[in-house]
């Protein structure tokens, strides 16, 4: 299985920029499209589409959001954070099955 | 608008099974996969596997084979997520999601499914 690990807490201040890594256990790119999408998740909700692969922002997500990378490297950069992006984001893979998750990482405010 | 709506809560006892349905409202049901993700208290996502409504075909994360059954019903598009030999192990939240696209990627979620297996 593809394993995707990503940093379990990142501080971030309002009105700065939070960077979210997740490094796939192998690459998940086909040529050039990059089959790794992030999703974000409040307490007591459900996962929320933000990127698809690697670099599209999802319908209806705010251009504070984005996203890069490819091969086994892909990042989700928020600039500005706003209060309501304090959350808990996920990386995911359809490379190959079965499709993996990251363990997430939680922003919080320092 | 895309709308998946999931059944309420269960509690069950070790040993049964619970069956999850997950109504799908706004699109063309038989036409785009379904997945089926677990998430246990304060843990990540895993997914669990997929069925499409249009022809029954489904595909399972070999973990959860001969734990969870993906079925859907064409006439009341609606997916259903049957788990069986129920154990502690298998309370969480299940989440249903839409397949948007053939990138892999789920663009629409259900509220998700809390189960409980307790005695």
């Known amino acids: 299985d593809i394993v995707l690990t990503q940093s379990p807490v990142l501080a971030v201040s309002l009105g700065q920029r939070a960077t979210i890594s997740c490094r796939a256990s192998?690459?998940?790119?086909?040529?050039?499209?990059?089959?790794m999408h992030w999703y974000q998740q409040k307490p007591g909700q459900q996962p929320k589409l933000l990127i698809y692969r690697a670099s599209n922002l999802a319908s209806g997500i705010p251009a504070r959001f984005s996203g890069s990378g490819s091969g086994t490297d892909f990042t989700l950069t928020i600039d500005p954070v706003q209060a309501d992006d304090i959350a808990a984001y996920y990386c995911q893979q359809s490379r190959e099955s079965p499709w993996t998750f990251g363990g997430g990482t939680k922003l919080e405010l320092k | 608008q895309v709308q998946l709506q999931q059944s309420g809560a269960e509690l069950v006892k070790p040993g049964s099974s619970v069956k999850i349905s997950c109504k799908a409202s706004?699109?063309?049901?038989?036409?785009?996969?379904m997945h089926w993700i677990k998430q246990q208290p304060g843990n990540g996502l895993e997914w669990i596997g997929w069925i499409y409504p249009g022809n029954g075909n489904t595909k399972y994360n070999q973990k959860f084979n001969g734990k969870a059954t993906l079925t859907a019903d064409k006439s009341s598009s609606t997916a259903y997520m049957q788990l069986s030999s129920l154990t502690s192990e298998d309370s969480a939240v299940y989440f249903c999601a839409r397949l948007g696209g053939s990138s892999g990627v789920m663009d629409a979620w259900g509220q998700g499914a809390s189960v409980t297996v307790s005695s």
């Open positions: 192998q690459s998940v790119s086909i040529s050039s499209i990059n089959l």
């Open positions: 706004g699109y063309t049901f038989t036409s785009y996969d």
